[in-house]
């Protein structure tokens, strides 16, 4: 048995004091912190937030303990039988998967913050947490007081937690299971209505699986007051972090949904069908897969969808989130330049940011694009019999807890077990290539019944220009750059920071003064590096970044109306 304790001894410095107890098993004992936390495939730095990292035998006498990589320390431990590990942990980081103290909450992942050694992963683990007595713990680990426990390490660092004398609660059942809902911060939650849609996408998800991998689950949901976006997923819970308070059930009501429907999906795509790389889980290094596309690509794809099928989500409101994901595609030149799959094992690289420009390009966004594609394409080929849906249940049924991981490999013989068809060609040019996807889309809408539709942009400077910023006070700050447009030509750089057009001041209205000189020649003058830099910006007879939507076409077929009433089922 590992047993860990939390204690708050000043919140208001942040710092969290942790304590461990472990058996001596061997006469060296190297102790760990993860080096990445699932639902975050890239390199962490936790250790960086350790303060005061000592150790004790069983004669309370200190042990030295030098450090051997960023976040691990070998300590002798020949001449004791227990080591007591004692450290503080900075939290001040509020996210959907950080560790967080304040005067009001502490919230604790513990895949951040809890020391472990290989040998001890499989014990039964507790963790007692000293609060105040007016704070209740929300969290899938079971609970007797204020102790957690659970059934081993891995356990442990997939189970977050937040205390808190401010925590809201609703619950529902759904085929067996209790769902709770958890909101912590200021938020007045419409409860009938969010329980209704919550119980109506998370039925019908499990109606397509046909069972649900645990018996308890927990939406953890961390609201704030200032504009964040952020979703963990976990085996019996998720962390989602949203915000500002004032607009959850008003105009991020439906970023709630598509979060929440997106963090249930990945209980079985993710947490049970796991990609091979990640089974089990090695917290010491890099688990290197091709898989996010399917990992967060059909979760992307899925999560929005389920939200249609379900009835909670128009048709409409569906083609909005699909129209957002083809706008992103279609904005990234970095989708000639490198794969999908290339793009998931670079996220050990540098994380889910843009990175350098035109680099690589979203496993989020292409994944759920070429999941819609293959979605299709099962349809067709199966008349309407068959879907993506039925090859995420075999493998959840086929390789879920049965202690294999997924390969490539055994997603593409699903595929075509279930649709009949070899998808070979299409992974040698989609996934693994840099084929243009427009073909595809336009072929997959079609069976549908629908139609990709592009227009120019409205904004003078993306449409007809070539480039897009963000506005920074009276000027604007360029953020991307067309291949070959005007403002490429021009000499214009991504950080630019645009003063004026023709030497007036944009004083924040950029594409008025754009769109003012349209026949005349354009001089903008920017700031570069603390210099004042003087560009003039061709005009040529075309269109560059264009907007994307989807739209019915207006005779379908009945072969058309079928499918897509199958597709949406």
Request: proline residues 4%; contains cysteine; negative net charge.
């Amino acid at each position: 048995m590992v047993k860990y304790s939390f204690r708050i001894e000043n919140p208001n410095n942040q710092y969290i004091q942790i304590q461990v107890v472990f058996e001596v098993l061997s006469s060296t004992t190297i102790l760990r912190l993860p080096s990445w936390r699932p639902g975050r495939y890239e390199i962490g730095n936790f250790a960086k937030n350790v303060k005061g990292f000592k150790v004790y035998n069983d004669q309370n006498k200190r042990i030295e303990t030098p450090k051997i990589t960023k976040d691990s320390w070998g300590i002798n431990t020949a001449d004791t039988k227990t080591i007591r590990v004692e450290y503080s942990y900075y939290a001040t980081e509020l996210n959907a998967g950080s560790t967080y103290l304040s005067s009001e909450q502490l919230y604790v992942n513990p895949v951040n913050c809890c020391v472990f050694t290989l040998e001890h992963a499989h014990q039964p683990t507790t963790l007692e947490v000293y609060i105040p007595t007016n704070w209740e713990v929300a969290g899938s680990m079971d609970k007797a007081g204020n102790v957690l426990s659970a059934e081993n390490f891995d356990a442990l660092a997939d189970s977050p937690f937040i205390c808190s004398a401010n925590l809201q609660h609703g619950e529902y059942h759904c085929n067996g299971t209790l769902f709770h809902i958890w909101f912590n911060g200021e938020v007045k939650p419409d409860w009938p209505r969010l329980i209704a849609d919550f119980k109506a996408f998370t039925a019908k998800q499990i109606e397509k699986f046909t069972e649900f991998p645990v018996k308890e689950y927990h939406f953890l949901c961390q609201i704030v007051p200032t504009k964040i976006y952020h979703g963990v997923e976990h085996c019996k819970s998720t962390v989602i972090a949203l915000g500002p308070s004032y607009a959850i059930f008003g105009a991020l009501y439906k970023e709630l949904l598509g979060v929440s429907s997106h963090e249930l999906y990945h209980t079985w795509n993710v947490k049970t069908i796991r990609p091979a790389e990640m089974f089990p889980y090695d917290f010491t290094k890099e688990n290197y897969s091709r898989l996010g596309y399917i990992c967060e690509g059909v979760t992307t794809y899925m999560g929005d969808l389920f939200l249609l099928k379900s009835g909670v989500f128009s048709l409409g409101q569906y083609f909005n989130e699909l129209n957002q994901q083809l706008q992103k595609h279609f904005d990234n030149h970095a989708r000639f330049n490198y794969s999908v799959g290339e793009s998931s094992f670079d996220t050990w690289l540098d994380g889910y940011v843009t990175g350098a420009p035109g680099r690589k390009v979203s496993i989020y966004t292409e994944g759920c694009l070429l999941a819609f594609v293959m979605d299709v394409m099962i349809l067709r080929a199966t008349t309407n019999k068959s879907s993506l849906d039925t090859v995420m249940k075999q493998l959840f049924f086929d390789y879920a807890d049965k202690g294999v991981g997924v390969t490539e490999e055994i997603y593409l013989a699903e595929l075509q077990n279930i649709s009949g068809i070899s998808f070979q060609e299409f992974f040698v040019e989609f996934v693994h290539g840099t084929n243009p996807y427009e073909a595809i889309l336009t072929e997959s809408f079609d069976y549908l019944g629908l139609e990709l539709k592009h227009v120019p942009s409205p904004n003078y400077s993306m449409g007809r220009l070539g480039f897009k910023t963000v506005p920074t006070a009276a000027n604007f700050t360029v953020t991307a750059l067309y291949p070959g447009g005007p403002a490429d030509l021009a000499g214009m750089m991504i950080g630019d920071e645009i003063l004026a057009v023709n030497a007036i001041l944009c004083a924040g209205e950029l594409d008025q003064w754009l769109s003012y000189f349209d026949n005349d020649v354009k001089k903008l003058t920017v700031i570069r590096s603390s210099r004042i830099v003087e560009l003039i910006l061709p005009e040529v007879m075309r269109n560059f970044y264009s907007e994307y939507s989807i739209i019915p076409i207006e005779n379908p077929t009945k072969l058309q109306d079928n499918a897509l009433a199958a597709w949406i089922s």
